[in-house]
């Protein structure tokens, strides 16, 4: 899965310890994030979005859907990028 939470933090001229701080979890942690070497929960990703008021859907590449596991009824959710 690609992520473009750096792309947005270059955007925006935001740094990943700033990030963290937003979100509430280590440095260390949103730089795993980042840089792919561990795959984030869907919550923290939404509050990755929240922190970067980003939509969701902004995180990811142009091309890419991305399945998902609801952690409360188990159900497969599918995130699509909209379509400008």
């Not at 270059?10 to 980042?34: D, F, H, P, Y």
Request: aromatic residues 4%.
């Amino acid at each position: 899965m690609y992520l473009r939470i750096k792309d947005v933090l270059k955007e925006q001229n935001a740094t990943a310890k700033e990030l963290a701080e937003r979100v509430g979890i280590s440095r260390e942690n949103i730089t795993n994030i980042i840089n792919e070497k561990s795959k984030p929960a869907f919550d923290t990703l939404v509050k990755i979005s929240e922190a970067l008021n980003v939509p969701l859907s902004e995180l990811f590449s142009d091309s890419q859907k991305t399945t998902f596991v609801c952690p409360n009824c188990g159900a497969k959710l599918e995130l699509k990028r909209k379509e400008d």
